[in-house]
């Protein structure tokens, strides 16, 4: 009990949640699928060796290989491993019993985006199949508010978001896989041509133009609260390119470095911002093989991770003390954090908050 506690009192000073927050605005990004284990230990020796899963073993290597496993992760991740162990949290590794799970009993997509945005592991959603979302989610709930209005937006690789943010109903700006960009920013009418006109390695628009997007939206227009997700992980993990898959975690890492830039070169968002990273399920890690999967079947695949910065954060880096987060908090955490108490007419998941205060 006494590490449980610590666990929390850790997180609710790290975020801040306690009085006089300085967040006015909120970005979150995902990488779909992304395992913890890479996170937190870096490329992992047996899949870079294996000739199933690495074509290009020798690059990987040379890369991003280090005997030594804080060096390693810091290969792969370094936005993560410099900046945000510098000046953030990063939760889930489990190797101290410091874990962050699925709530939801599936394990896969829809149902994790649907818990991470609605607060609310709900059983019902059981499929990848693209029906509109029942669940309101803190997106829109934040959009309704005063100051908030037409400053929330979605940018993804997955087609599948207008569906599960129910945009036809909440009224948010989803931009999915390649919907025209129908604005007027010059820079989204040229991302907007080059997504029509570029090849499709996985069956998602390129990471690298929703990620375009996203930023030129949020230099143009100046959202409050915005979300990008990146799909490249877990598609190069389903196909078994281990290769490829940690090659697009690492050009997803370089992604978030140049948003952080962007954000604290801009007046409204310096000082003023945190950014969220997680991702919406785990894959399996204990039977090497199903490193590629995820789902009920797959053991290990409802480890997830969680890390943020921002001024509200205390700035402790990697968390090491035991304890329990599920994914469902994460919804109140990110209205908490603009002021908001996110209360709607299903269950949601208590914010990341003090147990105790000094």
């Known amino acids: 009990m006494k590490y449980t506690l610590c666990f929390f009192f850790s997180i609710a000073v790290s975020l801040g949640l306690a009085a006089q927050q300085k967040t006015e605005n909120v970005v979150i990004v995902t990488l779909d699928g992304m395992r913890w284990q890479e996170v937190f230990e870096g490329v992992d020796m047996e899949l870079m060796n294996d000739k199933n899963f690495t074509h290009d073993k020798d690059g990987i290597n040379k890369k991003f290989w280090d005997t030594d496993e804080e060096e390693r992760r810091k290969k792969l991740f370094p936005f993560f491993w410099t900046t945000i162990a510098a000046q953030g949290q990063l939760y889930g590794n489990r190797k101290y019993f410091n874990k962050i799970d699925n709530a939801n009993p599936y394990w896969f997509s829809y149902p994790g985006y649907n818990e991470i945005f609605t607060g609310y592991p709900d059983t019902a959603i059981n499929s990848n199949d ?201 919804a109140a955490t990110i209205a908490k954090l603009l002021g908001f108490s996110f209360i709607t007419n299903h269950p949601v998941g208590n914010p990341i908050e003090p147990v105790y205060k000094k």
């Not at 003023?272 to 009920?296: E, P, Q």
């Open 130 to 330: 693209k029906i509109p979302n029942p669940n309101e989610n803190v997106l829109e709930y934040i959009n309704k508010q005063k100051g908030f209005t037409g400053k929330v937006a979605a940018f993804t690789s997955w087609d599948a978001f207008p569906y599960i943010l129910n945009s036809k109903r909440s009224g948010l700006y989803v931009n999915a896989d390649i919907d025209t960009i129908k604005l007027n920013a010059a820079g989204l009418q040229l991302i907007n041509d080059m997504q029509l006109l570029s090849t499709r390695p996985v069956d998602i628009r390129p990471d690298l133009l929703t990620y375009f997007a996203g930023k030129e939206y949020l230099k143009a227009y100046k959202p409050r609260l915005l979300y990008i997700s990146l799909g490249e992980t877990d598609d190069y993990a389903h196909a078994g390119m281990y290769d490829q898959y940690i090659y697009s975690a690492h050009a997803s890492d370089a992604m978030i470095a140049d948003l952080w830039k962007t954000l604290q070169s801009m007046a409204q968002y310096k000082d003023k911002t945190t950014l969220i990273l997680t991702c919406d399920h785990g894959r399996g890690d204990k039977i090497k093989s199903t490193w590629k999967d995820h789902g009920a079947k797959i053991a290990d695949a409802h480890e997830i991770w969680l890390a943020v910065i921002g001024p509200d954060t205390k700035p402790v880096g990697e968390v090491k003390t035991e304890g329990q987060l599920y994914q469902k908090q994460i």
